[in-house]
């Protein structure tokens, strides 16, 4: 009773038998829509919620902190750990961050190969995400419609470096796989048979009666409170933020490739729920057009065999499917990190939820943490 | 007693208005067990349709295509551990499922298959039945009082309060119906199920064709409503899994768990039975008008024994297509048994003696079926209706409708 994170308990002189007070509900952690082990503490008047409460690090495994007891290399597989639904981009990430620390860049065919892995990722992660969100708000159908398409994605992940979710597919300093025999022709077989697939989705839910109702106006947030929550991603582009990592700080070859950022107007779960339909679409087009350049060479750089960079420290951060995942290492000069500090796009975002649910009804905190994409990985950490 | 069955096959009303008891008590357990086996097969048919729309295989492994699946879980169902929650208040608990199952097979006591197919005929039938269904939701508030937790306690009043707001739309869907019986021939309007048919029967048209479009809108109305009334997608708030996890009976398990399943599947069987009485014909066969005279009657009195026979076709394809593997053997065994039988019922059911007498069982079953195949097919396309969109539906969209149709019926009934 006197830990101070549940202030939401009822006064004394409010516990009575039969009262018309205010309910304090747990979501979570054992509940079907907090997608993984999140507790949300809800205090409901009724239907309406007057406040929500995040309880996390119930997937809490000190990531950050194993980091230091590990040599940069060997912390490597740890990070597809965090956001296991995007763990390609994770990866990305981290090699893109020890590189720069190292000052060593990773060769074009390694860095072409990146990007068409890390935007299948965001495809399976999009994916992950319409699918659940759909089924929290009640459609069931999508989810396996998703299911199916991400399936071939992550076939190709399993050709490619042998493991499906947890992918470990980059190194420091470049690749360690040449792409196998007929990669490229089994990625664009696969833009092929999924574009038509994104449209099925949308026919499903976009012009849904109940699905608009459900999504139009609910966990509304201005451009204003996400800048000041620090709040990335979808998230921040459907409140009309035009602010996208892969464009902002091109990384990898992004800078290369021709995309659009979709943006949307009102902040609401629809239009989130269009931002990332669209994004998809363009992930489709980036890969497309990687798919078509991507030049031949080598695939590792010139590292060192034992990665010890130079004293000093880096921040250095990708769009990762959810938002702005951030890298801040301190070297010590040895091989080991002084210090790695993960800025998790989920994290930030899940401090949105209070904000956005405040005042709106039970259902609505299910659509609103079903729309803020979060795993509970990355969260915790 | 050949002659006592015989003297009741040839009457023309129901055992229950004849006062025979026997043949009153043989029909109420025809129809228990008829409708728990309905509610198994539906069961089995909402995995397999729902799991094809979702491009996956469904129930599988129990039984050739997962047929012997239903009867597994409900033996999984009655062996569990009856579980009581220790804050539960005792007698509640025990008591709301058995309120629930009692409610939705006792408005099976109306429903008309036949003529004579039904236990009695009340001269408030339709009463009879709206009154009775919405006790089911008596049990379910007790259901989530006794809980005695937060969770069910919010599932048992989302519902009664769903209920007791789509009942009116319902009810005056079910009055515009019950008007159009009144401008019959004889000019006597009736509440009975029977005589609804029967006067759809004089009238040459099903209800949901009179007065277009207004039948159909009243028909509309209460298929609306009547999905809500049974906490079903899209407004299956009080069960509604991702927000409430199981509404009412989260804390319920094994027999009393499968008790609330089988009433809410009875409750689907019996409030489709009303829509299909009012408003398509009840057991009269479509299209009298269209393919009419003697030779269709024929043809139409054979669709029974060829759906069975159709049936027992596709079970014995499936025999022909299972794996050549020791291992299915018994499987394959199973299956031609299971065609033959359905071989066999096609092959009595062209039998001119129990051709004439099932044919009405047979389309009033047709029809409701239609209707389980809706809610399969809602529940596998829609999201899920928030609360207050919920109310709003039902007090601002859908009553409006049923008191604008039931005014523009009372008026064209006078005028036509």
Redesign the interface.
């Known amino acids: 009773m006197t830990d101070p994170t549940f202030h939401l308990e009822l006064q004394e002189h409010e516990k009575t038998f039969l009262d018309s007070n205010e ?1 304090i ?2 979501m979570g952690p054992q ?3 907090t997608h993984g082990v999140l507790r949300v503490i809800l205090k409901l008047d009724g ?1 309406k919620v007057l406040g929500t409460e995040c309880v996390i690090g119930y997937l809490h495994r000190g990531v950050e902190k194993i980091a230091e007891h590990r040599t940069y290399t060997m912390f490597n597989p740890y990070v597809d750990r965090m956001d296991y639904v995007a763990a390609v981009s994770n990866g990305l990430g981290y090699c893109e961050s020890v590189e720069k620390l190292l000052n060593v860049e990773a060769p074009p065919r390694a860095k072409y190969m990146r990007v068409i892995l890390a935007e299948l990722n965001r495809l399976a992660s999009h994916m992950l995400w319409l699918g659940t969100h ?8 999508p ?3 998703t299911f ?1 398409d991400r399936e071939e994605i992550l076939k190709i992940f399993e050709k490619y470096c042998g493991a499906r979710l947890t992918t470990h597919a980059f190194r420091i300093g470049g690749c360690l796989y040449e792409t196998y025999e007929g990669f490229e022709r089994e990625v664009k077989k696969f833009l092929d048979f999924v574009t038509p697939k994104i449209g099925e989705y949308e026919e ?2 976009t012009t ?1 009666r ?2 608009v ?2 999504t139009k106006g609910v966990g509304t947030i201005s451009a204003k409170d996400c800048i000041a929550l620090g709040v990335t991603g979808p998230v921040l582009r459907a409140s009309g933020v035009k602010w996208d990592i892969r464009k902002a700080q091109p990384y990898a070859t992004y800078a290369d490739f021709d995309f659009e950022i979709p943006i949307g107007q009102r902040g609401d779960t629809y239009d989130r729920y269009i931002v990332r339909m669209e994004e998809m679409r363009q992930s489709l087009r980036i890969i497309a057009q990687a798919i078509d350049r991507i030049p031949e060479g080598p695939i590792m750089a010139k590292v060192p065999k034992v990665i010890k960079p130079p004293v000093g420290e880096i921040y250095h951060s990708i769009e990762a499917p959810k938002g702005e995942l951030g890298y801040f290492i301190v070297s010590d000069g040895s091989t080991q990190p002084y210090r790695i500090r993960v800025r998790p796009p989920s994290f930030v975002n899940l401090q949105a939820l209070d904000l956005m649910v405040r005042d709106q ?4 905190v ?1 659509a609103v943490i079903g729309t803020l994409d979060i795993v509970l990985g990355e969260v915790d950490r | 007693m050949v002659d006592y069955i015989k003297s009741y096959l040839e009457s023309t009303t129901t055992p229950g208005q004849a006062g025979n008891m026997f043949w009153a008590a043989v029909y109420i357990l025809l129809i228990f067990l008829g409708l728990s086996v309905a509610v198994i097969a539906m069961n089995w048919l909402e995995r397999k349709i ?1 799991a094809h ?4 295989l469904g129930p599988m492994r129990v039984g050739p295509h997962g047929l012997l699946q239903p009867i597994a879980d409900a033996i999984k169902l009655l062996i569990k551990e009856d579980i009581m929650p220790s804050q539960a208040d005792g007698f509640v608990f025990w008591v709301a499922p058995i309120v629930v199952v009692i409610t939705a097979f006792t408005v099976f006591i109306v429903v008309p298959f036949g003529p004579t197919h039904a236990v009695t005929d009340m001269n408030i039938g339709v009463l009879f039945m709206l009154g009775v269904s919405s006790l089911s939701v008596l049990g379910i508030v007790m259901a989530g009082w006794a809980s005695n937790s ?2 069910p306690l ?1 599932g048992a009043l989302r519902s009664s309060a769903q209920m007791v707001s789509y009942e009116i739309a319902m009810g005056l869907a079910v009055v515009s119906a019950v008007l159009m019986t009144s401008l019959n021939a004889t000019g006597t309007g009736t509440l009975s199920m029977i005589g609804i048919v029967q006067s759809q029967q004089a009238q040459q048209v099903w209800f949901a064709f009179k007065f277009f479009p207004l039948g159909l809108i009243a028909f509309f109305v209460f298929a609306v409503a009547m999905v809500a009334e049974t906490n079903r ?2 407004f ?2 009080p069960e ?4 409430l ?1 199981a509404g009412f009976h989260t804390e319920y398990s094994g027999f009393r768990w499968s008790l609330f399943f089988l009433a809410e599947y009875s409750a689907m069987i019996a409030v489709s039975s009303i829509a299909v009485t009012l408003w398509l014909g009840g057991w009269l066969r479509p299209f009298p008008h269209l393919l009419g005279g003697s030779t269709w009657d024929l043809v139409f009195s054979l669709l029974p024994g060829i759906t069975f026979l159709l049936l027992g076709l596709m079970a014995f394809v499936g025999v022909f297509r299972m794996p050549k593997h020791p291992y299915f053997r018994v499987q394959t065994i199973g299956l031609a048994g299971f065609g033959m039988v359905l071989g066999l019922i096609g092959l009595l059911l062209f039998l001119p003696e129990v051709r004439n007498r099932i044919q009405d069982i047979f389309w009033f079953s047709a029809k409701v079926a239609f209707f389980m195949y809706l809610y399969i097919w809602y ?11 919920l109310m709003k539906v039902g007090w601002k969209a859908l009553l409006p409708v049923g008191i604008g149709v039931l005014v523009l019926t009372a008026v064209a009934g006078v005028l036509l």
């Open positions: 309910l509900i747990n509940h079907p829509a239907e759909a089924l929290d708000i009640g459609a069931i159908t989810l396996f419609y199916r499903l839910l849904n109940i699905w109702e459900r009804l039970v259902a609505d299910i | 729902l729309m979702q491009v996956r937060h969770y919010m997608a899209p299956d708030l509604a899994e991702s927000e996890t529940r596998g396309t829609f999201p899920r209706y928030r609360f207050d969109q």
